[in-house]
Nanobody, 124 residues
Framework: QVQLVESGGGLVQAGGSLRLSCAAS????????MGWFRQAPKNERAFVAA????????YYADSVKGRFTISRDNAKNTVYLQMNSLKPEDTAVYYC?????????????????WGQGTQVTVSS
């Protein structure tokens, strides 16, 4: 059984940076696409970034493009989300997810494995 554990969340001032990590256990996910999603209070879960199994194809939500970078280290079975120039509207619980396929997708329903989430709070 696959387990995804996110870490790296916290409280940061606007303009600051955080690096989220998602460590997978139970099986290797080097052939699986991975994604990051976020959910703010009273909002639906929203796509943030996704990366194909090879790491060569990435997608970003318009709201984070140019500020966030998704990457992966298949040897460590870990995916990262580097978040720079953070804004108060980035405040949310951030979730890591894995697809059964190697192709990256933007829709939450395309992902079968989910982590428990990590809170990111950006103060103004």
């Amino acid at each position: 059984q696959v387990q995804l554990v996110e870490s790296g969340g916290g409280l940061v001032q606007a303009g600051g940076s955080l690096r989220l990590s998602c460590a997978a256990s139970g099986r290797t996910l080097s052939s699986n696409a991975m994604g990051w999603f976020r959910q703010a209070p009273k909002n639906e879960r929203a796509f943030v970034a996704a990366i194909a199994w090879s790491g060569e194809v990435t997608y970003y939500a318009d709201s984070v493009k140019g500020r966030f970078t998704i990457s992966r280290d298949n040897a460590k079975n870990t995916v990262y989300l580097q978040m720079n120039s953070l804004k108060p509207e980035d405040t949310a619980v951030y979730y890591c997810a894995a697809r059964f396929s190697g192709r990256a997708k933007l829709e939450p329903d395309e992902y079968g494995y989910w982590g428990q989430g990590t809170q990111v709070t950006v103060s103004s």
